[in-house]
């Protein structure tokens, strides 16, 4: 069965495979007839949307990925309150009986860390990985990554500035993991000393070969980048005092920036990046979002082995 769990399953071949279906996709979006072109692909097949974790973004591109391609979607967005988990069912019980209604395919989305990999021991049917607590987002590193060909017209070679909560993202966390497995580049990691990225994923970096620096100057690392990736500080993730946001991306950083880098963000964007800033073109947050829905179609059509 093909699940998607994580961002290092994903090697050079099928990351090229799912990219340029993603490309296709795109073109074919333009294009007044697509319904036509892309409705019957994935006819007669059914998602399920299982979410225990509040989403917009991935929830509901896959819902509009799995439509435009011809699925039917089934949908729960507040699992964690309105689901048998209130009750006091397992995460196990819940996806064996959800298999049992025969889905082609379960995206979930779960507040604890390996929780995709708990479903997938037990479905019968694919796992997506839609993010699991402070672990990953394997589906979001793959649009991530997709953001960076698109716009950079490559996927090495690049010195790729990351922040600023390095600790809790799974978004940061999935992407670097990523980077990784591709190589060829250099990561400038910036955030407080408290929020540095886990010592497992350095390891990891490591035995890739993949070159990386940790820092708090902001300036420097603007200045280096290709591609600056800057997400919020994961409020959620901390039992104590959660702190303030220090490294703040304002209009007075944009002269520093290299005219060809861009700005990138998973979002929701809260006070990392300045909505002044949102007008310059090399702010790719917002088309970095749009490229999540065709990337979904793409790892759908691969799920269900039509790639
Ligand atoms: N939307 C992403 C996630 O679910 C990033 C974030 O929430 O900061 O992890």
Do not use: C
Not at 123 to 142: C, E, F, K
Request: aromatic share 8%; no cysteine; net charge positive.
């Amino acid at each position: 069965m093909r699940h998607t769990l994580k961002a290092q399953q994903f090697d050079a071949k099928l990351i090229s495979v799912l990219f340029k279906r993603a490309d296709e996709l795109q073109a074919l979006s333009i294009d007044k007839r697509r319904h036509q072109k892309l409705g019957g692909l994935l006819q007669g097949k059914m998602m399920f949307l299982v979410f225990f974790e509040p989403s917009t973004r991935t929830r509901i591109s896959f819902a509009a990925a799995g439509q435009h391609l011809g699925m039917q979607v089934v949908s729960t967005e507040n699992a964690q309150i309105s689901s048998s988990l209130v009750k006091g069912e397992s995460l196990e019980d819940t996806i064996q009986v959800l298999s049992e209604y025969q889905p082609d395919v379960i995206v979930m989305r779960h507040f604890e860390a390996n929780a995709a990999e708990r479903a997938a021991a037990v479905s019968g049917v694919p796992i997506i990985n839609a993010g699991d607590g402070a672990g990953q987002h394997p589906t979001q590193a793959l649009l991530d990554l997709y953001t960076i060909y698109r716009e950079a017209g490559s996927m090495t070679g690049l010195n790729i500035a990351l922040g600023t909560d390095l600790l809790h993202s799974r978004a940061l966390r999935s992407l670097i993991y990523l980077l990784a497995k591709v190589g060829g580049n250099h990561l400038i990691l910036v955030s407080p000393k408290e929020l540095r990225l886990a010592s497992d994923v350095k390891t990891y970096l490591k035995k890739r070969g993949t070159t990386f620096e940790e820092t708090d100057k902001l300036e420097y690392a603007l200045k280096k980048a290709d591609v600056i990736y800057w997400n919020r500080i994961q409020k959620e993730r901390f039992t104590g005092e959660i702190p303030p946001q220090t490294f703040v991306i304002g209009p007075q950083h944009l002269p520093l920036i290299k005219p060809e880098a861009f700005i990138m963000n998973a979002l929701p964007r809260i006070d990392e990046i300045l909505t002044t800033v949102d007008k310059d073109p090399r702010a790719a947050y917002f088309r970095q979002a749009g490229n999540g829905m065709f990337i979904r179609m793409a790892l759908l059509e691969w799920t269900l082995e039509l790639l």
